[in-house]
């Protein structure tokens, strides 16, 4: 029989760090999502009082949490406070199968693999997401052999293969 402990970590992650050069100094704050050892947010205040958000998000379908992919930021935002106005400095965000079904539509070689399909970056002049790379195809190992870069609306875009060695360890050609 297997039995189950939740243990708190909540003393042993980082929560503060100041790092002082020159008399310059940088503190930076670290925020965690203890049941789960996840990394959420950082906090770097800068010499200038200027203020650095980086926020993390992870899987929060049943799904994805099925398959262990709790440790993994699905979406990363940066922004910047600086004179009370906060501005997005980046924002990305990785899409993954929703169902062991749409893993297996997805990626055929890879026996459903629960693996990333799309990825996005925000244009920060328009404001909105775009689609930065589609992963395509993998292996049966998982590892990515095809994928496009900067896909338009219809899948278009620049397509780049990736070869493996034998044993599928080693990259041999891009």
Request: aromatic letters at 10%; zero cysteines; glycine letters at 4%.
């Amino acid at each position: 029989m297997l039995s189950s402990y939740n243990i708190n970590f909540n003393t042993s992650f980082l929560s503060d760090k100041i790092t002082t050069a020159d008399g310059v100094s940088i503190k930076e704050k670290y925020m965690y999502e203890y049941d789960k050892n996840n990394l959420i947010k950082e906090e770097i205040t800068q010499p200038d009082n200027s203020v650095r958000n980086i926020s993390y998000t992870y899987a929060d379908t049943p799904y994805l949490k099925d398959q262990y992919i709790v440790g993994v930021p699905l979406s990363t935002e940066t922004t910047e406070m600086v004179n009370g106005v906060n501005k997005t400095l980046s924002k990305t965000l990785a899409v993954y199968p929703v169902s062991e079904t749409d893993a297996k539509a997805r990626n055929t070689e890879s026996k459903a693999l629960t693996l990333p399909f799309d990825y996005f970056v925000k244009d920060l002049e328009s404001l909105t997401m775009h689609k930065k790379m589609s992963n395509t195809k993998y292996d049966g190992k998982g590892n990515l052999t095809e994928y496009i870069e900067n896909p338009d609306t219809a899948g278009n875009g620049i397509p780049v293969s990736i070869i493996w060695g034998i044993t599928r360890q080693s990259l041999l050609l891009r």
